[in-house]
């Protein structure tokens, strides 16, 4: 059974920052392309960041130069560093692998201003 498990989330001040990581299990994903979503109270669910099998990767505006999204084939893990944190960036945060066909459960975090 493949499990996408988020951690790392929580509750910081503005300027703030956090590591999510999401550990995969079930399967490897080393071949595949692994991104993390956000979705805020009352938004759509975004993109935030993708990483693919050759570590390219690629963010959306709002968050490049502050995030950095990496992966540990070794350890089926795909990690999100999280800088300089705003209020903006409050929502639950998502896992995704394969072309989104896997997600895992989300891990809230929370940016105080």
């Known amino acids: 059974q493949v499990q996408l498990v988020e951690s790392g989330g929580g509750l910081v001040q503005a300027g703030g920052s956090l590591r999510l990581s999401c550990a995969a299990s079930g399967r490897s994903f080393s071949g595949d392309d692994m991104a993390w979503f956000r979705q805020a109270p009352g938004k759509e669910r975004e993109v935030v960041a993708t990483i693919n099998w050759l570590r390219a990767t690629q963010y959306a505006d709002s968050v490049k130069g502050r995030f950095t999204i990496s992966r540990d084939i070794g350890k089926n893990t795909v990690y999100l560093q999280m800088n300089s944190l705003k209020p903006e960036d409050t929502a639950n945060y998502y896992c995704?692998?394969?072309?989104?066909?896997?997600w895992g459960q989300g891990t809230e975090v929370t940016v105080s201003s």
């Open positions: 995704a692998a394969s072309r989104n066909r896997y």
